[in-house]
């Protein structure tokens, strides 16, 4: 970063140049470390997998979805377009557990209420993720100089709260505004001040 702006370098050499940098890599930012060296990241205790399938069941109509807990479980699922499901099942698990194979998952859910079983059967293998959850407590500010962050980035939370997607979509808002109203830096620290606020609000919504 210099008076010309940012230069970046990929991990396969290529190299790239622009006025900003926006760090939107996820809840392991190779951006945000750069900038604020590593920050602790908190396991919440569970373990999510997640799948897409091709499955129709009048349970699942257009614009309905469900979860349903069970002991150390919860398994939700929602329609998505073109005929498909998306599903997630969180079991309480040490972090680093090993993956969970399609019998297994279905085992997990063995008797549970239709149509749960039969969502995981019609799912292939291959459309199978896992993925232990974490999060990580709001940095005070975003960015320094011509280098900002946003979504998980900045703020990583757990899947629990289905705000993952919404807050990164509130950031790009919010920092698309910022840009057509000002110059590239004025419009970074008008960025950095809703990160304020939004910490803020956490830090008070946490401390209830």
Known sequence: MDEKGIAVQ???GREAQG???IGADGIHSVVRTQLFGQQALRYAGYTTIRGVASFDHPFLRPGRLFETWGRG???GA????Q??????????APAGGAWREKAEVQALCHNWHEPIEAIIAATEETALGQ???YDGKPLPQWGQGAITLVGDAAHPMTTSLAQG??????DAGVLGSCLQ???VLPALRTMNKHALDKSSAWSSWQGR
Do not use: K, M, P, S
């Open 131 to 133: 993925r232990d959850v």
């Open 78 to 81: 929602v329609r998505l377009t």
């Open 165 to 170: 997607a919404c807050q990164a979509i509130e």
């Open 181 to 183: 109203a000002d110059q």
């Open 73 to 75: 479980r919860q398994f």
């Open 83 to 92: 005929g498909r499901i998306y599903w997630f099942l969180r079991l309480i």
């Open 10 to 12: 990929f991990a396969d």
């Open 19 to 21: 006025d900003l940098l």
